[in-house]
Nanobody, 129 residues
Framework: QMQLVESGGGLVQPGGSVRLSCEAY????????IGWFRRAPGKDREGVSC????????VYADSVKGRFTITRDNAKNTVYLQINSLRPEDTAVYYC??????????????????????WGQGTQVTVSS
């Protein structure tokens, strides 16, 4: 049974950093692209970053470039999202999602929720002093 479990969220002060983890169970992890999404209060879910199965190709939403870094460790079946210089507007539930693909190079299309088949339950990040 495929499962994605996010962790690492919490209450963080503005300007601080957090590293989110997405651990996968029950599938051949390296064959799947992983995306990170977030849903802020009162807003739709938006894609912030994604990474190819090999980890070579990454895509970032313009709103997070320079502050968010996505990486993966296929030996640990885990994808990470490092978020620096946190702002109150980064407050959201962060989700990871998976889709099987052999694509070596991802495009901004893979920041769309419709491209993903499997979702985790999310982890809350709250940025507040």
């Amino acid at each position: 049974q495929m499962q994605l479990v996010e962790s690492g969220g919490g209450l963080v002060q503005p300007g601080g950093s957090v590293r989110l983890s997405c651990e996968a169970y029950g599938f051949s992890f390296g064959d799947y692209a992983i995306g990170w999404f977030r849903r802020a209060p009162g807003k739709d879910r938006e894609g912030v970053s994604c990474i190819s199965g090999s980890g070579v190709s990454t895509v970032y939403a313009d709103s997070v470039k320079g502050r968010f870094t996505i990486t993966r460790d296929n030996a640990k079946n885990t994808v990470y999202l490092q978020i620096n210089s946190l702002r109150p507007e980064d407050t959201a539930v962060y989700y990871c999602a998976a889709r099987g693909t052999s694509l070596a190079v991802l495009t901004p299309r893979y920041l769309q929720t419709s491209e993903y088949d499997y979702w985790g339950q999310g982890t809350q990040v709250t940025v507040s002093s």
